[in-house]
């Protein structure tokens, strides 16, 4: 029996240990949300009020192609201003993301910037179900 809750205690303090080893710093906190708002923002600005292509039509395969770039070098300036890479934002986000707790704190810390955060469409900003690229 006693070498039943040794082996409990023992797998719990490991998954302690390791959930407090997930805890996003905060300096990467800050930049991650600083960075999703801005990258949110310019998304939002790129496509509104749809008329890139006319009222309800898709756009061809090229004017996807040429959209897919330009959405990638305005993404590469927005994230230069972290510090970031498009590879590197896309790598970590969802680690620090992950850790809601600090995401949380730091906007509450930061009221403009929550303000700007909570404005964001949820189903394309890798919250709530998201089915887009997640930025």
Same mark, same amino acid.
């Not at 749809?50 to 996807?64: D, I, L, T």
């Not at 704190?105 to 997640?134: I, V």
């Given at each position: 029996?006693?070498?039943?809750?040794?082996?409990?205690?023992?797998?719990?303090?490991?998954?302690?240990?390791?959930?407090?080893?997930?805890?996003?710093?905060?300096?990467?906190?800050?930049?991650?949300?600083?960075?999703?708002?801005?990258?949110?923002?310019?998304?939002?600005?790129?496509?509104? %009020?749809?008329?890139?292509?006319?009222?309800? +039509?898709?756009?061809?395969?090229?004017?996807?192609?040429?959209?897919?770039? %330009?959405?990638?070098?305005?993404?590469?300036?927005?994230?230069?201003?972290?510090?970031?890479?498009?590879?590197?934002?896309?790598?970590?986000?969802?680690?620090?993301?992950? /850790?809601?707790?600090?995401?949380?704190?730091?906007?509450?810390?930061?009221? /403009?910037?929550? +303000?700007?955060?909570?404005?964001?469409?949820?189903?394309?900003?890798?919250?709530?179900?998201?089915?887009?690229?997640?930025?």
């Amino acid at each position: 029996m006693n070498l039943s809750f040794a082996i409990i205690g023992l797998s719990l303090s490991a998954m302690l240990v390791a959930g407090v080893g997930i805890a996003a710093e905060p300096a990467d906190v800050e930049k991650y949300v600083r960075a999703r708002i801005d990258i949110g923002e310019m998304m939002t600005n790129y496509f509104k %009020d749809g008329q890139r292509f006319g009222e309800g +039509q898709r756009p061809s395969n090229e004017q996807m192609r040429e959209m897919g770039k %330009d959405i990638n070098a305005k993404l590469e300036t927005v994230l230069a201003k972290y510090g970031l890479t498009v590879e590197e934002y896309r790598a970590h986000s969802k680690d620090v993301f992950a /850790d809601e707790t600090a995401v949380k704190n730091f906007l509450n810390e930061h009221p /403009d910037l929550k +303000q700007r955060y909570e404005a964001l469409p949820l189903d394309r900003m890798g919250r709530g179900g998201s089915t887009g690229r997640g930025y």
